[in-house]
């Protein structure tokens, strides 16, 4: 079982980014997938994730209005398009899968996902 995290890179502020999560060696059409980052000298942080359900979509404070989240289940891909990219937006971006059943409540808790791919790199310059 596989996530692989692609498309950072170093973009000026108020730019756009498109970060891809793949997933390979199994489906996850069932399970909430969502997107954390850590940024530099902090804990990793919720930032979206996408029920797997209704594809719900729920956003972290910083990310609401500036970024969305969207899931393709034949595809087997996780999407997260950013936009208005502010400096303080820089940190390595994760992508995540649970295990099925995670509740609302936990959704931004990072030891609710049991997948994870491996990060990329966002930089966003002043």
């Known amino acids: 079982v596989q996530l692989q995290a692609s498309g950072g890179g170093l973009v000026q502020a108020g730019g756009s980014l498109r970060l891809s999560c793949a997933a390979s060696?199994?489906?996850?059409?069932?399970?909430?997938m969502g997107w954390f980052r850590q940024r530099p000298g902090k804990e990793r942080e919720f930032v979206a994730a996408?029920?797997?359900?209704?594809?719900?979509?729920h956003y972290s404070d910083s990310a609401k209005g500036r970024f969305t989240i969207s899931r393709d289940n034949i595809k087997n891909t996780l999407t997260l398009q950013m936009d208005s990219l502010k400096p303080e937006d820089t940190a390595v971006y994760y992508c995540?899968?649970?295990?099925?059943?995670?509740?609302?409540?936990?959704?931004?808790?990072?030891?609710?996902?049991?997948?994870w791919g491996q990060g990329t790199q966002v930089t966003v310059s002043s």
């Open positions: 995540a899968a649970d295990n099925g059943g995670i509740i609302t409540s936990s959704i931004p808790n990072s030891g609710s996902y049991a997948y």
């Open positions: 060696g199994r489906t996850f059409r069932r399970n909430t």
């Open positions: 996408i029920r797997w359900r209704d594809s719900t979509p």
